[in-house]
C-alpha cells in the first residue's frame, strides 16, 4: 500500500506543513517522534507524503509541537479531505483544497527538474520580490498573505538553493517570450532589476534560459504560462502548474503532464540559443535601465527646480 501511494499536490503539502510545524519547534526527527511515540521512518515517510495520512498522527504532532488546537484540527480536515477526495474520484488530482499559486513557491524547492514557460511575463520563480508584486497588480495570481517579506524570504530560499553546489542536480530549463522581457512591470529599475538577475542565473551551468521571438516564429503563439515539475522521490509524481488571468491551478494527470514535456522540448527547438538568448535579454535590461535614467532627474535638477 505504502509504495503503490501516489501523493497528491494536497497531500505534499499537508507533509511539507507537518516538516515545518517540527522546524519551527526545533525538534530532530528523533526527538519528536520520542515525544510522539513514532518511528523515525513514520515520521519521515509523514513529512515526505510517501505514504496515507492518519488524522490521529497529525493531532499527536500537532499536541508534541504545542500548537493551538485550532492550527493542528485545520490540518486535521485538510487530511480528511484529501481521504474523501480520493476515495470519491478514484484520482490524486487536487481540487478545492489547496490554493496553487502559495503551494507552488514551496514546490520550487523541492523540484529537481523545472522546465518553464514565460508567456508575457518573467516566470514566476525566478521574479524578483519586487517584480513579483508588481505583477500581482496586472491580475497575476496572489494570495491573502502574499506580502513584500513573505515573498523576499521565499525568494532568497530559491535563490541560495539553485546556486549552491548542493543544488547541481537540479536542472532548470527556462523558456521566455521575447515579449516577456520587454515588458515593463512595475517601473524600469524594477523590471531592469529583475533581468539581471536573469542574466546571472544563465551564468550557471545548471541553468539554461532561452528567448522566443514569436514575431520570427508566428505559428508559436502561446499565451499561457506553466511551469513542469519534476521531483526525487519515486512515489512523487510530475506535476505541472498553470497561470491565467488571475488564477493558478496544477495538472497532475500524468499523460496531460507529459504533453506538456513534449511540447517545452519543441519549445526549446524553436527558440534562440542560450547564448544569443542572454543576449537579448541584456539589451532589453539595457533599454529599461536608460528609461529609468530618462525619468529620473538628475541631483543637479532637482535642486534647481527647487530653487
Same mark, same amino acid.
Given at each position: 500500500m505504502t509504495?503503490?501511494?501516489r501523493p497528491?499536490?494536497t497531500e505534499?503539502?499537508?507533509?511539507?506543513?507537518?516538516r515545518k510545524?517540527?522546524?519551527d519547534?526545533e525538534?530532530?526527527?528523533?526527538?519528536a517522534c520520542?515525544?510522539?511515540g513514532f518511528s523515525?521512518a513514520t515520521l519521515?515517510?509523514?513529512?515526505?507524503?510517501?505514504?496515507?495520512?492518519?488524522?490521529?498522527d497529525i493531532m499527536i504532532l500537532?499536541?508534541?509541537?504545542?500548537l493551538?488546537?485550532?492550527?493542528?484540527k /485545520?490540518l486535521?480536515?485538510?487530511a480528511e479531505?484529501?481521504v474523501r477526495?480520493?476515495?470519491?474520484?478514484r484520482s490524486k488530482q487536487?481540487?478545492l483544497?489547496?490554493?496553487?499559486?502559495?503551494?507552488v513557491?514551496?514546490?520550487y524547492l523541492?523540484?529537481?527538474t523545472?522546465?518553464?514557460?514565460?508567456?508575457d511575463?518573467?516566470?514566476?520563480l525566478? /521574479?524578483?520580490?519586487?517584480y513579483?508584486?508588481s505583477?500581482?497588480g496586472?491580475?497575476?495570481?496572489?494570495?491573502?498573505?502574499?506580502?513584500?517579506?513573505?515573498?523576499a524570504?521565499?525568494y532568497a530560499?530559491?535563490?541560495k538553493?539553485i546556486?549552491?553546489?548542493?543544488?547541481s542536480?537540479?536542472?532548470?530549463?527556462i523558456v521566455?517570450?521575447?515579449?516577456?522581457?520587454q515588458?515593463l512591470?512595475?517601473?524600469p529599475?524594477?523590471t531592469n532589476a529583475?533581468l539581471i538577475?536573469l542574466?546571472?542565473?544563465?551564468?550557471?551551468?545548471?541553468?539554461?534560459v532561452?528567448?522566443?521571438?514569436?514575431?520570427?516564429r508566428?505559428?508559436?503563439?502561446?499565451?499561457?504560462?506553466?511551469?513542469?515539475l519534476a521531483?526525487?522521490?519515486a512515489?512523487?509524481?510530475?506535476?505541472?502548474?498553470?497561470?491565467t488571468?488571475?488564477?493558478?491551478?496544477?495538472i497532475e494527470?500524468?499523460a496531460a503532464c507529459e504533453?506538456?514535456? /513534449?511540447?517545452?522540448t519543441?519549445l /526549446?527547438?524553436?527558440?534562440l540559443?542560450?547564448?544569443?538568448?542572454?543576449?537579448?535579454?541584456?539589451?532589453?535590461?539595457?533599454?529599461?535601465?536608460s528609461?529609468?535614467?530618462?525619468?529620473?532627474?538628475?541631483?543637479k535638477?532637482?535642486?534647481h527646480e527647487s530653487?
Amino acid at each position: 500500500m505504502t509504495r503503490s501511494f501516489r501523493p497528491s499536490m494536497t497531500e505534499r503539502s499537508i507533509g511539507r506543513t507537518l516538516r515545518k510545524w517540527r522546524d519551527d519547534a526545533e525538534m530532530s526527527l528523533a526527538q519528536a517522534c520520542k515525544k510522539a511515540g513514532f518511528s523515525v521512518a513514520t515520521l519521515s515517510m509523514t513529512e515526505n507524503a510517501l505514504k496515507p495520512f492518519d488524522p490521529l498522527d497529525i493531532m499527536i504532532l500537532g499536541r508534541v509541537y504545542e500548537l493551538p488546537n485550532e492550527t493542528w484540527k /485545520q490540518l486535521v480536515r485538510r487530511a480528511e479531505f484529501a481521504v474523501r477526495e480520493r476515495a470519491q474520484i478514484r484520482s490524486k488530482q487536487s481540487t478545492l483544497d489547496l490554493n496553487a499559486p502559495q503551494d507552488v513557491d514551496e514546490s520550487y524547492l523541492e523540484a529537481t527538474t523545472i522546465c518553464t514557460f514565460g508567456a508575457d511575463l518573467i516566470p514566476r520563480l525566478i /521574479q524578483t520580490p519586487e517584480y513579483s508584486i508588481s505583477a500581482a497588480g496586472l491580475g497575476c495570481p496572489t494570495y491573502p498573505y502574499d506580502d513584500p517579506a513573505r515573498k523576499a524570504e521565499l525568494y532568497a530560499d530559491w535563490i541560495k538553493g539553485i546556486a549552491t553546489s548542493e543544488a547541481s542536480s537540479m536542472a532548470v530549463n527556462i523558456v521566455v517570450t521575447k515579449r516577456a522581457i520587454q515588458r515593463l512591470v512595475g517601473s524600469p529599475a524594477i523590471t531592469n532589476a529583475a533581468l539581471i538577475q536573469l542574466v546571472h542565473l544563465s551564468e550557471l551551468d545548471h541553468f539554461t534560459v532561452q528567448v522566443l521571438d514569436d514575431k520570427t516564429r508566428p505559428d508559436v503563439q502561446l499565451s499561457t504560462s506553466y511551469v513542469h515539475l519534476a521531483f526525487p522521490h519515486a512515489q512523487h509524481d510530475d506535476v505541472v502548474y498553470v497561470e491565467t488571468a488571475g488564477s493558478g491551478r496544477y495538472i497532475e494527470d500524468l499523460a496531460a503532464c507529459e504533453l506538456v514535456r /513534449q511540447g517545452f522540448t519543441a519549445l /526549446q527547438g524553436c527558440a534562440l540559443d542560450p547564448i544569443k538568448s542572454v543576449e537579448e535579454i541584456a539589451e532589453a535590461a539595457s533599454a529599461f535601465t536608460s528609461r529609468s535614467s530618462r525619468r529620473s532627474p538628475s541631483k543637479k535638477s532637482r535642486t534647481h527646480e527647487s530653487r
